[in-house]
């Protein structure tokens, strides 16, 4: 299958410190991808990096055949690319229904129709019985699956969820790791960014990307992964890599 | 060549004024993010205060000022702690729309008070030249630019060398973590806040003698301010001083080689470029 | 939901025929003469709540606007040119401006955007004082549609009508994708991205919407007038007049400009009549109250207590970390 998403030798820079060093990875069409890593690996920078919130130094991006390496924010949206952020940023005034809405503007200019389609999302979500609550107040768990539903209003090709369970507790994770799962369903490939719920990784993951300060140190199917010398290396530090054995 | 330095100088002797207004704004704005709307109206009243005291008891601005200061240190805090720091934490539109509350509040008393009429202190410095050279300088704007320049060196050290400076450019750089050495944030900032207004009253002060004094006197400064501060770069106190320097002098040369009601346009074209092309300001680091 | 809408137009219907009493009403000119002021800031109010109500924008500026529809008026009328179309073109033009203060003003954020906007309108006013086109600081003459006995009484009515049009277009921008996209600016730039809003352009888009309005009152208040000076049609006053008003009555919200402008006017006119001058302390202490006290706005406040006691009636809501997503991880496993 053609890759839908490709990143070729991107790096990128703040001032001395690099962020991202010579990262190339593909993705599939409604796949399920992970990038994971300890603390400052890089991967909210290669998120911002594939939506547009910022630009690489060297190296491309391609998606679905366009070339995005400098496509504004709201270029990549319109292309396809859809996205959560990692600090929670939800329309605080408006409803949880109003917040989705604005995700199914993209596709209509009718506000009945857009209100058609929230509904049909937040009832995939399980959060029809927030519709009409603002979005301010709300808790964690509901916040996070307000930026998932928002995002899928805008029937993109690929969402791109940061951090998208960091915050929550176990039995939460686990249950938005099963929607997240479902997420092809909608025809819609998935590019998470998780740092340690390794048990949502592993549970519904089909590729994985491990950067550490940067680089992509390993890539494969989540089970070899997670077995590789130096990926134990970069969590857990030198003295694990022998436990492997 | 002459002229163009005359110039140049005139600028400069305004400009330390500017300094002062400009980085007592820093201190405010730039150091602790409120958008000060009043700041100009702040050192309209510090004109009335020294006005005041030249009318009742004969006071010379030129002592007056030290008075206009420190009464608007006081007011200055009280004004703080009753309407800024209880929407500290609101938006930028909330404070804007507040403090342009507070200087339709104080202009509109000054005039109720003191009526529209403009008013004009006497002093006889201000009609004595100083000559050197082929040049000749105001003695009244002489003897402001040197108690200025006094103000700026002592804003500067005390920022850089005492505690409560280093404590207000801790709480400039990382206010949820200054807390947590020791600082008491709130009381900092009040502090800070009267000071700045200090500064804008000591301005008055010795502004007085130069202008007609009238309700809306200051509401020009209040922009001026800002394009210092922006001139300056954000939350640099020195770099509002030079910040001042930079627009006296440019002032100046405005009104002598274009024309005297242009220079009030140049404040907006310095600001607009300014902030169109180099956001950080001229001695700014990254902070716009 | 339906009906309700059904009766908030015959609501809105009511009110406009209502806010045509006085002129059936009121003799006394100088009277006459409030209510149109009130009728054309409640105008001013609603167009300055497109940029700074919905899409957040707090722009001083907008004065610019106005000054250019009263000077466009009277310069395009001392060339011949018929009343209507001079307030046309004249509205066209400042809009043509608008779009330029836009690209310069909107790449600032915060402060900086709000400075700016104020720069841009105090730039004009100087070079109205300055230039000869302009009447220099001596101002010029502007045309009047009406004359005659009637003269406050159908200028009263022209700003009705032209607040009732800044309202339908409030109306409508809040009840379209275009209204959302701006609310979103509003709330959060960088989310309004991430689901395809250019940012840039919808702001641009509420800008010229609004000068546009803003253009056309200004044109008839200097027609009212009918003479304008610098420090009366571009004063940085009217800048803050506007938002105050809007903010107020409730900025973002339909009915809140109008409220603010009856309030505020009414306000400043009875302490006029008691000191005989300066509103501008009245506007001051109203400012400082709303901002400490109710940011959201007379309107807003109201909206916002409804809200809350329809809230309480409703009982509360599991949340989604409990029985519907646990039981579809335990039919998942």
Not at chain 1, 194 to 199: C, L, N, R
Not at chain 1, 204 to 229: F, M, N, S, T
């Amino acid at each position: 299958m053609a890759a839908v998403l490709e990143l070729r030798n991107v790096s990128k820079r703040f001032g001395g410190l690099r962020a991202v060093r010579d990262v190339s990875f593909q993705m599939r069409e409604n796949e399920i991808l992970f990038v994971i890593g300890p603390n400052g690996a890089g991967k909210t920078t290669v998120f911002n990096l594939i939506s547009g919130f910022l630009h690489p130094d060297e190296g491309s991006i391609t998606f679905s055949g366009h070339d995005i390496t400098q496509t504004e924010p709201h270029e990549s949206a319109r292309l396809g690319v859809g996205r959560t952020f990692q600090i929670v940023k939800p329309l605080p005034t408006l409803t949880v229904r109003q917040n989705v809405m604005l995700g199914a503007f993209m596709h209509t200019s009718s506000v009945a129709q857009a209100q058609g389609e929230a509904d049909k999302i937040l009832d995939f979500l399980q959060m029809s019985h927030l519709k009409d609550f603002p979005a301010r107040g709300l808790p964690l768990a509901a916040l996070k699956r307000l930026e998932i539903a928002r995002a899928l209003a805008t029937k993109p090709k690929l969402i791109l969820l940061d951090e998208v369970v960091s915050g929550l507790t176990t039995s939460e994770a686990l249950a938005l790791a099963d929607l997240i799962k479902r997420l092809p369903e909608w025809n819609v490939g998935v590019v998470g960014g998780v740092e340690h719920v390794m048990q949502v990784v592993m549970k519904i993951a089909d590729h994985i990307v491990v950067l550490d300060y940067g680089a992509k140190i390993a890539e494969g199917k989540p089970e070899e992964v997670v077995k590789q010398p130096a990926v134990i290396e970069a969590y857990l530090g030198p003295k694990y890599k022998e436990l492997v054995r | 060549m002459v002229h163009f330095l005359q110039a140049c100088m005139n600028g400069l002797l305004t400009g330390a004024l500017y300094a002062l207004i400009g980085m007592g704004l820093a201190l405010i704005f730039g150091v602790m993010r409120i958008v000060n709307f009043a700041h100009g109206s702040f050192l309209m009243v510090g004109m009335y205060v020294s006005y005041l005291l030249f009318e009742r008891l004969k006071i010379n601005p030129y002592y007056g000022f030290i008075a206009a200061g420190i009464f608007l240190f006081g007011f200055g805090y009280l004004v703080y702690k009753l309407l800024i720091q209880p929407i500290r934490d609101r938006s930028d539109f909330m404070q804007i729309l507040m403090t342009t509350g507070i200087a339709l509040i104080l202009v509109d008393t000054a005039q109720l008070t003191f009526g529209a009429d403009y008013h004009q202190t006497n002093i006889d410095l201000v009609n004595r030249a100083v000559h050197f050279g082929p040049f000749t300088l105001n003695a009244a704007s002489l003897l402001s630019f040197g108690i200025a320049t006094v103000f700026i060196v002592g804003l500067r050290e005390f920022v850089v060398r005492s505690r409560t400076g280093q404590a207000l450019r801790a709480i400039a750089q990382n206010r949820d973590v200054a807390p947590l050495m020791g600082i008491n944030v709130t009381r900092i900032q009040g502090f800070s806040f009267a000071l700045g207004i200090a500064f804008a009253g000591i301005a008055g002060g010795l502004l007085l003698p130069a202008l007609y004094l009238f309700p809306s006197v200051g509401e020009d400064y209040t922009l001026k301010a800002f394009v210092i501060v922006v001139l300056g770069g954000m939350g640099s106190i020195e770099g509002a001083a030079m910040g001042g320097l930079v627009l006296g002098v440019a002032e100046s040369l405005t009104s002598t080689y274009i024309g005297n009601q242009w220079a009030l346009a140049i404040d907006f074209v310095l600001f607009l470029l300014m902030l169109s092309l180099k956001p950080s300001g001229i001695f700014g680091r990254q902070r716009a | 939901m339906k009906e309700l809408r059904g009766a908030k137009l015959w609501i809105t219907i009511g009110l406009v025929a209502l806010s045509c009493l006085p002129a059936l009403v009121v003799e006394n000119n100088y009277l006459l003469q409030v209510c149109f002021r009130i009728a054309l800031f409640a105008a001013l109010g609603l167009a300055w709540n497109l940029v700074g109500g919905y899409a957040g924008q707090l722009s001083l500026g907008h004065v610019a606007f106005f000054g250019l529809g009263a000077y466009g008026l009277a310069i395009l009328a001392s060339h011949s040119v018929p009343v209507p179309i001079a307030v046309l073109i004249a509205s066209l033009l400042a809009t043509l401006v608008a779009a330029l203060i836009g690209k310069i003003v909107f790449r600032l954020r915060g402060p900086y955007f709000t400075l700016a906007t104020i720069a841009c309108g105090e730039v004009l006013r100087l070079t109205a004082t300055n230039l000869n086109i302009t009447g220099g600081a001596i101002g010029l003459t502007v045309p009047t549609v009406f004359t005659g006995p009637m003269f406050w009484k159908l200028y009263y009515l022209s700003a009705v009508a032209l607040a009732a049009g800044c309202f339908l277009v409030n109306f409508w921008t809040a009840n379209s994708r275009f209204g959302y996209y701006l609310m979103a600016i509003r709330e959060d730039e960088d989310t309004a991205s991430a689901v395809g809003v250019d940012t840039a352009n919808y702001k641009l888009r509420s800008l010229l919407l609004s000068a546009f309005l803003t253009a056309m009152a200004g044109a008839l208040y200097g027609s009212a007038f009918q003479y304008i000076v610098p420090d009366n049609i571009l004063t940085i006053d009217i800048s803050v007049q506007m938002a105050i008003i809007a903010m107020l009555g409730g900025a973002g919200t339909l009915l809140g400009p109008i409220v603010g402008a009856i309030l505020l006017l009414g306000a400043s006119e009875t302490f006029k009549t008691q000191f005989q001058e300066s509103h501008l302390l009245i506007y001051g202490v109203l400012i400082v109250l709303v901002v400490l006290f109710l940011p959201e706005g007379i309107v807003g406040g109201i909206e916002q207590l409804l809200r809350s006691r329809r809230k309480a009636a409703k009982p509360p809501a599991p949340t989604p970390n409990q029985s519907p997503a646990i039981s579809a991880v335990e039919k998942g496993n």
